[in-house]
């Protein structure tokens, strides 16, 4: 478990609208990160998920009416307020954002948003064509306008049968957008860029040499870098994941598509952490035609692909330079030479073949090795910790002095 949000203070404003549901699943994750969450829920949100269900996964009593009997809770909205980190209201329905946006304050949560001095985040969830209606959105420019942050909703498929936008955002995105409004922004005006995922050497039209890697360690890194300020670019082989929030990805195939887009974007870089798992050698003639099954056997010539840490470390510049070496044995003794022999700042080893460790894994379990021959060795965690943790040692060891990590 991360702990991205520990000992913040969250309230979650719950709306009436379908989308109800997913916050839930939102209160869920932000407890995992460490976060103490308190819920307000219109009257309307009840008709679409009991309060029981946010009390339970909360564990502190849901606030819905500023006037409950036998309660202190007129005052929940001032005492909630005060000791609030961040106030996310989702999903918000056209009503609640036009009562924020015109001061209106007419039952437990309206009263609340008008008390709120932290960070607030609004997430609109609606039919496409209330969401496009031009009092709607005049009331959502309002808000952004008076310093509330508005993360947009998708588009796509509505449960009203219409199609456009409107639809909330996945619990994962609100999550990730709350993590890097209360990240402090050490890496701010830093220029990032980050590779990720594999690459395919093609054999024919429909076979290729390839490895397993998904691109998750990649990905993190670059959401990270990104929730800490940074202008990210992410250079990514094929993957499935999605591309983290204001993050530019370029999207390769080959390690040649790979090296020319990384030698690219590295000249106006000032941090380079190459996660990608490039192959080290592609067939040296690829069939223009699928190749029949035919011989028992056939052999693959194969020849070496560039070496694109070692050309970025020749021409290093000032540049911090992060490599990441996936092992099988003898991690310290490879990984070392990689860092000298291409001109690291730090590498990231590790032992693949821990389920729980390397390719396709949600952890990581890794050893940071230092251009000053120091070694720092990590329990086995997530990969955003990770990630977190490699950006913490490059802001500690490498930027220029009084600027500051996050801490771990």
């Known amino acids: 478990m991360t702990d991205r949000l520990k000992s913040k203070n969250v309230v979650l404003g719950v709306c009436g609208g379908i989308a109800a549901y997913k916050s839930a699943e939102l209160l869920r994750l932000l407890i995992k990160q460490g976060a103490a969450v308190r819920v307000f829920m219109t009257r309307n949100a009840q008709q679409f998920v009991g309060w029981m269900t946010f009390q339970a996964l909360s564990g502190v009593p849901v606030c819905s009416d500023l006037f409950e009997k036998g309660d202190v809770a007129s005052f929940k909205h001032i005492d909630w307020a005060a000791e609030a980190d961040i106030v996310v209201v989702a999903p918000a329905t056209a009503n609640i954002i036009g009562k924020m946006a015109n001061g209106i304050a007419d039952d437990a949560l309206s009263t609340f948003m008008t008390v709120v001095r932290s960070p607030a985040m609004v997430c609109p969830s609606m039919n496409a064509n209330m969401f496009q209606n031009p009092a709607v959105q005049r009331n959502i420019k309002t808000l952004a ?12 498929d509505l449960a009203c049968g219409t199609v456009g936008p409107g639809r909330l955002p996945e619990p994962e995105q609100i999550l990730d957008r709350v993590i890097a409004c209360l990240t402090p922004k050490d890496l701010r005006d830093k220029r990032v860029l980050v590779t990720a ?5 093609p054999i024919d039209p429909v076979r290729f040499v390839s490895n397993p890697s998904t691109g998750k360690m990649g ?37 040649e598509e790979m090296a020319r887009a990384v030698l ?30 035919g011989e028992d056997q056939i052999s693959l010539q194969l020849e070496k692909t560039d070496d694109i840490l070692m050309q970025l470390g020749r ?17 310290n ?17 590790n032992l693949i073949g821990n389920p729980a460790s390397g390719f396709a894994s949600d952890t990581n379990q890794v050893t940071l090795f230092f251009r000053d021959g120091t070694q720092e060795v990590l329990p086995e965690m997530e990969k955003d910790a990770v990630a977190h943790i490699l950006l913490n040692r490059i802001a500690e060891r490498l930027l220029p002095a009084g600027e500051q990590p996050v801490g771990q």
């Open 315 to 331: 021409k290093k510049q000032g540049k911090v330079l992060v490599g990441f070496a996936a092992e099988t044995e003898d991690l």
């Open 264 to 293: 690219e974007c590295a000249e106006t870089s000032e941090i380079v952490i190459k996660t990608a798992a490039v192959s080290d050698y592609r067939p040296t003639r690829v069939a223009e035609q699928k190749l029949k099954k």
């Open 145 to 156: 306008d008076d310093g509330i942050l508005i993360v947009e909703p998708s588009a796509g």
């Open 333 to 349: 003794q490879n990984a070392r030479q990689k860092l000298e022999g291409k001109n690291l700042d730090i590498i990231v080893g």
């Open 219 to 255: 990905y993190a890194v670059a959401r990270a870098a990104e929730q800490r300020g940074a202008s990210v670019t992410l250079i990514t082989g094929p993957s499935e994941l999605p591309v983290p929030a204001t993050v530019t990805a370029i999207h390769v195939t080959t390690a």
């Open 197 to 201: 995922g594999p690459t395919r050497e």
